[in-house]
């Protein structure tokens, strides 16, 4: 079963060095808003979807186009009438290649010059479709970090001697240090819809 959270509580437990099960319901729900908050501050979501996505993307008009992190691409269709035609079915290594090359998860496709289907991507809006998997195989250690950093800065404000180093009390704060950690993961600001298969 796929994980729901950045770290495992265990790991979490281990850090605050907690030995019994008193706190592991409370654990839990500091993890997951520190999920949330991560989340919100990169912009992205680093779990892998459990199956096809459909997600669409903004055209440039040159041959690269940034997409969100996938671990697996099925489908890219492109609409060059803006019509919901989808007219343009592209065939990855064919005409389009996803980079970066020897590594996972890829964050863009680039058109190759062998294609006769497209030169360039449409600098038109929503006009990429792509089908596939999104996230990480594999939490990102830096995210990991961060949400246990979180997850057990938030325990702590329990204690009543624990003073807070951002000094603002502020419950969905970030610790400094776990901003610079998400400082790389941080997504364009480039809307998207999805469609989850049924």
């Not at 892998?48 to 903004?58: G, K």
């Not at 590594?103 to 600098?123: D, G, W």
Request: proline share 4%; aromatic share 8%; charged share 25%.
């Amino acid at each position: 079963m796929p994980s729901t959270e950045y770290v495992d509580r265990e790991v979490l437990k281990t850090s605050l060095m907690i030995r019994t099960a008193e706190w592991d319901e409370y654990l839990d729900t500091l993890l997951a808003a520190a999920r949330e908050a991560i989340d919100k501050h990169t912009g992205q979501n680093f779990l892998e979807t459990n199956t096809d996505v459909i997600r669409y993307f903004d055209g440039n008009g040159t041959k690269v186009l940034a997409i969100d992190e996938a671990t697996a691409i099925t489908l890219v269709r492109v609409d060059i009438n803006l019509d919901n035609t989808w007219s343009i079915t592209l065939v990855e290594d064919v005409d389009f290649t996803l980079y970066p090359l020897n590594t996972q998860p890829k964050n863009s496709m680039v058109i190759r010059s062998i294609s006769k289907l497209l030169n360039v991507f449409p600098n038109q809006p929503r006009a990429v479709e792509v089908t596939g998997t999104w996230g990480y195989s594999q939490i990102p250690d830096l995210v990991a970090q961060a949400a246990c950093c979180t997850a057990g800065r938030w325990f702590k404000r329990k204690d009543k001697d624990y003073k807070d180093i951002t000094g603002d009390g502020g419950v969905n704060t970030l610790d400094p240090d776990v901003i610079v950690m998400l400082e790389s993961f941080k997504a364009d600001s480039s809307g998207r819809i999805e469609i989850l298969f049924p």
